[in-house]
């Protein structure tokens, strides 16, 4: 069965410091990933995806940035971390097909920047 | 572009009560629409998704929704709320596209009372 891993679960970084969250897929291939962020009362807004290795799609401009080294693996990262961009962090994978194979998320990791 | 709008930012029920959750979509063709659950510091759990067919479509957990065209809305129902259904639920929406971008609502958070 396929399964989502996520980490760290909790993270608490100060300003300016280097960020990089890791998301990592098993049990299929060439899967769709994205990352969303989810901000308190806001909802969830969808960071970035990708529809294979080396492939990134922005949705919105901002202090992060997203890598596909692998197949079924997903990192975020910052450089310089800012106070808006704590939040809660989720990853999720879908089957190539999209969303008539749904979502699948992780559990999430909440960056509090300080 | 598609969104999803959840008019009730809080709902508060009894126990025992039934309940219904109310989305509204904007989509330009048929659109593809999903309800998720999650629980406090947790990822996202899918709860029924509409492709096609039947208007009512059965999820996990005792709930319901139903599309409506004409409306535009997807309400989540059920009929009889219990304490573990505490929670905060989002209703999403996807074009079906091949990297099938889901767009979510703001969230809906559900507290149930003894």
């Known amino acids: 069965s396929q399964t989502i891993h996520q980490w760290p679960a909790t993270l608490v970084q100060p300003v300016g410091s280097p960020l990089s969250l890791e998301c990592t897929v098993e049990g299929t291939s060439n899967p769709n990933l994205y990352w969303y962020r989810q901000a308190a009362g806001r909802g969830l807004q969808l960071l970035f995806y990708?529809?294979?290795?080396?492939?990134i799609s922005s949705e919105v401009p901002q202090n992060l940035s997203a890598s596909r080294p692998q197949d079924r693996q997903f990192i975020l990262s910052s450089k310089k971390l800012l106070l808006s961009d704590s939040g809660f962090y989720l990853c999720?994978?879908?089957?190539?097909?999209?969303?008539?194979?749904?979502?699948?998320f992780g559990s999430g990791t909440r960056l509090t920047v300080v | 572009a598609q969104s999803v709008t959840q008019p009730d930012i809080h709902i508060t029920v009894s126990e025992g009560a039934s309940l219904e959750l109310r989305c509204n979509y904007s989509y330009g063709a048929t659109p593809y629409l999903f309800w998720y659950v999650q629980s406090p510091g947790q990822g996202l759990q899918l709860l029924l998704k509409?492709?096609?067919?039947?208007?009512l479509v059965q999820g996990i957990k005792g709930f319901e929704a139903e599309f409506k065209r004409s409306q535009s809305s997807f309400n989540l129902r059920k009929p009889s709320v219990h304490w573990s259904d505490a929670a905060e639920y989002f209703c999403?929406?996807?074009?079906?596209?091949?990297?099938?971008?889901?767009?979510f609502g703001q969230g809906t958070i559900l507290t149930v009372h003894p």
């Open positions: 999403a929406v996807s074009g079906g596209t091949s990297y099938g971008k889901l767009t």
């Open positions: 990708s529809v294979g290795i080396g492939q």
């Open positions: 509409y492709f096609s067919g039947d208007t």
């Open positions: 999720a994978w879908s089957p190539g097909t999209g969303a008539l194979g749904g979502y699948t």
